[in-house]
């Protein structure tokens, strides 16, 4: 590829900051890098989970050049960031020369690698809503060497109702397992309104399992990625849910 | 294409050179500025063996276009030994006539860090902002900084020790 001007907008100063509050919960501009992410101590405060996940994405010096706004406007489906963005509810805002606009993350990813970007269109933030009580996030991904991309990846948020036990809400996004960073509704929909236990786990990574569209290359078919969906859909929901639990006591 | 003016200073040596703005900052260190104590190993952002300290962050600069570091300064593995300016002396030759080695390049030698050498540049650089960050590193955290440098030799244990000496205070004495 040999466009005919590269511009260079790591530099734009404006959209590097990281921002919270508790009412409107986090922003992240742009231009952030993944290691200022991972070293912030207001995101270890209030979103730990995205900490976790960026300490376990590729080296220190991909880290330390790469930035959050790159990372989602690339939109590689096996991207560590978008699934977990996604669980949180994330949206992220763009502009051009006359108007700024947001989407929901979900929406903002298209296809492999396309994104809404309009041509003449910045990505400008991600904002992440203050996290609703008795609600935990967890994120993991299988990968063969550590910090390497994940060949799939789960994402799982959850809420529980003020008993404590019966899920009220829940986000589950599927990474690696789509064209897309995926979020796998029919799953959802089997755990929300429910007593959570191990058999309910069970349908819950099976539905996911079924709703992933995932494409087998060079580190997996695409029924070993079906096998891995299942496995960390159970695993993170459960994961979410044991955090939630401790939460609401 | 056209050229475009790059300001950059390298090892403490402010430079301004015409290049054409598609080059890689390897590249332009490498074959401009002589400077190939950097190596050019895999060329995608996995080897490390092109880290270079970038406005005191560690990157891979097969990763940056060198236009992105216009401005900016950078230290490679020539700027490392102590005594100044050794840029373009990359030979062990350049070092004795230069000035002496880093304790972290010492500790390489006597530990045998190194076998081929080729991961060697990107492993010093990696360690020596480790170093800068964290006085006394864990094991984990030394483990954690040479994360995205690959060695194909050594099995990583004798750089671990290698830095862990240092940290440890066993290179204090003038360099040789």
Redesign the interface.
Known sequence: MAPENLIDIKSVEELSYIKFSSKTGLRIGATTTHREIEKSSVIKKHFPVLVDMEENLASIQTRSWGTIGGNLAHADPAGDPGPLLMALDARVSMANKKRIRTLPLEEFFIDFFETALDEGELLLEVQVPPVPPRTATAYEKFNIIKNDQPIVSVAASLTLDEGGLICKDTRLVLGGAAPVPLRARVAEAVLKGKKINEGLLEQVGNRASEEADPVADIYASEGYRRHLVKALTKRMVKSAWEQAQTLGQ | MEKHLLHITVNNEYRELYIN??RLLVEVLRDDLALTGTKRGCNT?AC?SC?VI?NG????SC???A??ADGAEVATVEGLAEGGKLSPLPTVEGLAEGGKLSPLQRSFLDHGAFQCGFCTPGMLM?TT?LLKEVKKPTKEQIK??I???LCRCTGYNSIIRAVKAVAEGEYKEKGR
Do not use: F, I
């Open positions: 703005p598609k952002g490390g880290t970038l962050l560690p990157v891979k990763s940056v276009l236009m992105q990696s902002t954690e900084a994360h995205g440098n």
